[in-house]
């Protein structure tokens, strides 16, 4: 039962995720192409970190664009950052796009409960029911799989201003830890009252404000 209710929770956390991209995507300008328009527009400003938050937003739509893909490890290696590290399970969830991923789901669930209603109705073809039950499942099942993989990108965020300070609390005069260059990358953990708990590629962590840091996923 532990097992069904964390692959629920994965599964809803894709959709969840997928919903975010789709209520922003339906924004005027906000595809991958504009998004990667307006990488550009910054990259030419001399902006990187807005530059990094647009190209990583147009990559997150459109997986293994190859010109997103060059334009962001030229700002990144012009800033003397290195690329995040991708996982192969994360780089295999960029692959397809979340919401290719979403509606693969959704449609495993219609084929999963459909073959269970006609069993409920009829005793006919029960090959038939099992074979679309097992396509449902196996649908679901790379849903969840995307998903688990999905989950932490859908946690990063982006420094957008230079020599951001990165407190020991969640307040504008606590005492600064470190600090982080624009355009690196971040987890972002959790936040409070106009701060973000960020967690760097090192493992070290502390709060910063949201001015400095823009999450790839928008969380209005």
Not at 20 to 48: D, E, F, V
Not at 99 to 125: N, T
Not at 128 to 154: F, K, V
């Amino acid at each position: 039962m532990k097992t069904r209710g964390s692959l629920a929770v994965l599964v809803l956390h894709l959709l969840i995720g997928a919903g975010q991209l789709h209520a922003q995507s339906s924004q005027a300008g906000y595809s991958a192409t504009g998004l990667y328009n307006l990488g550009n527009a910054y990259m030419r400003q001399g902006k990187p970190g807005m530059a990094v938050l647009n190209y990583e937003r147009a990559n997150l739509l459109s997986p293994n664009d190859p010109d997103i893909d060059a334009n962001l490890s030229y700002v990144r290696a012009s800033s003397h950052l290195p690329a995040p590290p991708r996982s192969t399970f994360e780089r295999l969830a960029r692959i397809a796009s979340p919401f290719a991923m979403f509606w693969l789901g959704v449609f495993g669930l219609a084929i999963v409960g459909a073959s269970a209603l006609a069993a409920q109705l009829s005793s006919r073809h029960p090959w038939l029911r099992r074979a679309a039950m097992l396509l449902g499942i196996s649908m679901i099942s790379l849903t969840a799989c995307n998903a688990l993989a999905l989950w932490p990108l859908l946690h990063e965020g982006v420094v957008i201003t230079g020599g951001t300070p990165v407190r020991v609390s969640p307040v504008p005069m606590g005492d600064s830890l470190f600090s982080l260059p624009e355009a690196e990358t971040v987890r972002i953990t959790a936040e409070h009252e106009g701060f973000f708990l960020v967690q760097t590629r090192a493992g070290r962590t502390g709060w910063v404000s949201r001015s400095n840091v823009a999450p790839v996923v928008s969380r209005k």
